[in-house]
């Protein structure tokens, strides 16, 4: 029997919660929640394919279980058809465990592994309580993927979550993260989406008890003929809770199309709360196209602060002939201006070697460097 739980109309929350595929429809394009993506690209996404499971290779808290593992998350739900049917035809889970009172220093990489042309993929990390830790999973993609990250941050645990996803041009990615807040924990969650020709990433935060603090970062590139969407909902049900969400965007060539949809609701009993998003999107040239829809909706007015703001423009010339009138040639000077417009996202990644490399893959998508 399938689980399945409706919402009012008007909430920004999603209307069902299942694991069955079947209690959700296929999306036409009309629907509220996708009507930004290409549905004609996406149509394998939404049948039921033979499809292989992505796995990961060998490290340190890392474990490859099967879907029926009775560690796995009892009460995670996928919110649309996409991540049902992944989670239902997927055949290993990646399962990263932090225990309780763990102090990691060193970076968990996870570098993702596929066994066929495409795949399904549902990745869980448990963070346990009074822990500390910082965990990198790599979507190095030469596949079409469709997926779900769970991760629940135990009470007073410190967790940051990098997910960096670089695929090659022709493929398609759609990824529900679901991310659950525990009592004064502190969660900073951070995405990296370059390349792929479908790029749909569905970030959503929840707070388990008060005091617990989210904060979701991105950095995303889109050139050519690519689109990415970033729907983001933070779910605030707890007291005294905060949250951040800063996304920013560079895009160029004609036909590269983003869309950001950040969505923060405030319940009723979510009172002394603090929250705050913003969306900023660079186009490089002439021809791309941002779509940026911040939506927030207040069920009580007892919060310390709320708000948010968006923003799209062009690359700054002025500040373009600036750095040339010091004698800095163009591609070092554009290389400058888009270090500048990423830093403050970047610099949440404390590990110089991966933030270096990160910087690395955008200024190579954007053929400011070549590869050695």
């Known amino acids: 029997m399938s689980a399945v739980a409706t919402a009012p109309a008007k909430d920004l929350a999603p209307k069902i919660l299942s694991r069955d595929p079947g209690d959700f429809e296929i999306p036409k394009g009309r629907e509220e929640e996708w009507r930004y993506t290409p549905i004609r690209k996406m149509q394998d996404f939404f049948i039921p394919q033979s499809w292989g499971s992505v796995g990961a290779l060998s490290s340190p808290f890392v474990e490859i279980v099967g ?64 822990s500390r830790s910082q965990i990198v999973i790599i979507h190095d993609s030469t596949a079409n993927v469709s997926g779900s990250i769970v991760t629940e941050v135990g009470d007073q ?28 924990s502190r969660f900073l969650g951070l995405s990296i989406s370059l390349g792929g020709e479908v790029v749909r990433i569905v970030p959503s935060v929840n707070y388990r008890a008060p005091g617990g603090s989210a904060e979701m970062l991105g950095a995303f590139l889109l050139e050519g003929d690519q689109f990415q969407e970033h729907r983001i909902l933070v779910n605030h049900t707890e007291p005294h809770c905060v949250s951040n ?85 163009e591609s070092v000077a554009r290389q400058l201006v888009v270090r500048g417009f990423f830093v403050d996202v970047l610099n949440k990644v404390h590990d110089q070697s991966l933030r270096e490399n990160l910087m690395e893959r955008i200024e190579m998508r954007l053929g400011m460097v070549t590869h050695a």
């Open 67 to 130: 879907p029926d593992d009775p560690r796995l998350s009892t009460t995670w739900m996928p919110t649309d058809r996409i991540s049902a049917i992944a989670f239902a035809g997927t055949k290993k889970v990646v399962l990263i465990t932090i225990p309780a009172e763990h102090i990691v220093e060193e970076s968990i990489v996870v570098n993702l592994a596929g066994e066929m042309l495409n795949n399904y993929a549902h990745i869980e990390v448990q963070v346990g309580k009074f």
């Open 157 to 184: 645990a410190e967790l940051t979550l990098l997910s960096v996803l670089d695929a090659e041009a022709p493929l398609k990615q759609h990824w529900n993260w679901t991310t659950n807040v525990g009592r004064d």
């Open 245 to 329: 969400v800063v996304y920013k965007g560079a895009l160029s060539g004609q036909g590269a199309h983003s869309v950001w949809v950040g969505d923060v609701l405030v319940r009723r009993e979510a009172i002394g709360i603090q929250t705050y998003e913003l969306n900023r999107n660079l186009l490089l040239n002439d021809g791309p196209r941002a779509d940026s829809v911040p939506n927030l909706e207040l069920e009580t007015g007892d919060v310390v602060s709320a708000g948010h703001a968006s923003a799209t423009g062009r690359f700054d010339d002025e500040q373009l002939f600036y750095l040339q009138s010091r004698g800095i040639p």
